[in-house]
């Protein structure tokens, strides 16, 4: 597999992926999948019910991220047809010390491989474009597919932490020296 992808955000492609910066233009998407049960069960409920509101997620959320970090959730589509199938990308939150990776996908293309394709470039990035030497990642305890995902792109489980109230977070992470995981 091969990524592109500058210092700060811009396009990363894999064989099959197109991430790219979300925008106004991703509303409707944002809003479909942030009502999504699994979202609403596994992350959480953002409040976004509107058009307007998921323009508004997206300006203080990723648009905002970009700006500050030079990073952020990403919109993934196929390279064949522009229209998001899912996000993933780095986020820093002020609650955990390290960037983290994060990634969600409409139901219809859960099981086809696009959340690891997106993961694993996205880690490829975070280590080989922005220089990271360690990224971690949060899930729901229950969150079998996503444990695994994460186990599959080299994040190991490192304890468990109450991030939400109500609900156990399994946090993973890989930590990376010359390139290599420690």
Request: charged letters at 25%.
């Amino acid at each position: 597999m091969t990524e592109r992808m500058s210092p700060v955000v811009g396009v990363l492609e894999t064989e099959r992926l197109r991430l790219r910066p979300l925008g106004a233009a991703d509303a409707a998407f944002v809003l479909r999948l942030l009502n999504d049960p699994d979202w609403l069960r596994y992350i959480g409920d953002r409040g976004v019910r509107t058009l307007e509101d998921a323009e508004r997620y997206i300006a203080a959320g990723p648009v905002a991220m970009y700006g500050q970090h030079g990073f952020g959730l990403l919109a993934v589509e196929t390279r064949g047809e522009p229209a998001p199938i899912g996000i993933c990308g780095l986020l820093k939150r002020d609650t955990l010390p390290d960037v983290d990776i994060g990634f969600a996908f409409l139901p219809e293309f859960r099981g086809r491989g696009y959340a690891l394709e997106a993961a694993r470039a996205t880690l490829s990035w975070a280590r080989d474009g922005l220089g990271l030497a360690r990224v971690i990642a949060i899930t729901a305890s229950d969150n079998v597919r996503s444990r695994a995902l994460l186990e599959k792109i080299g994040l190991r489980y490192e304890r468990t932490a109450n991030l939400r109230e109500g609900a156990e977070t399994a946090v993973f992470g890989v930590t990376w020296a010359d390139g290599k995981p420690v």
